[in-house]
């Protein structure tokens, strides 16, 4: 069983910055994938970014040059930086990941990214 704990989010004015986090704890697991999605009010979840074990990472089209995604080994967290925040950046961002081997996706709780001036 994989337990993801989201930290971050709040509330920025339009060209801030914010950081969100998400450790990733339980026993007998590997990575393959952990990221990040989010959801605005009347959308769909959609994805921001990907940290693929390897190191490649993959972002969507509405945050390249804007977010970085990272990965801390050694913890098992992955780091979201997003800076340059736009007023449409604003949603619930849910980390997750997935697992190696037989397909196991697990979810964080979401936290609230508010950019409002």
């Known amino acids: 069983q994989v337990q993801l704990v989201e930290s971050g989010g709040g509330l920025v004015q339009p060209g801030g910055s914010l950081s969100l986090s998400c450790a990733a704890s339980?026993?007998?697991?590997?990575?393959?994938?952990m990221g990040w999605y989010r959801q605005a009010p009347g959308n769909e979840r959609e994805l921001v970014a990907a940290w693929v074990v390897g190191g490649t990472t993959t972002y969507a089209d509405a945050v390249k040059g804007r977010f970085t995604i990272a990965k801390d080994s050694a913890k098992n967290t992955v780091f979201l930086e997003m800076n340059s925040l736009k007023p449409e950046d604003t949603a619930v961002y849910y980390c997750?990941?997935?697992?190696?081997?037989?397909?196991?996706?697990?979810w964080g709780q979401g936290t609230q990214v508010t950019v409002s001036s």
């Open positions: 339980g026993s007998g697991f590997g990575i393959a994938v």
């Open positions: 997750y990941l997935d697992v190696l081997g037989p397909y196991a996706r697990s």
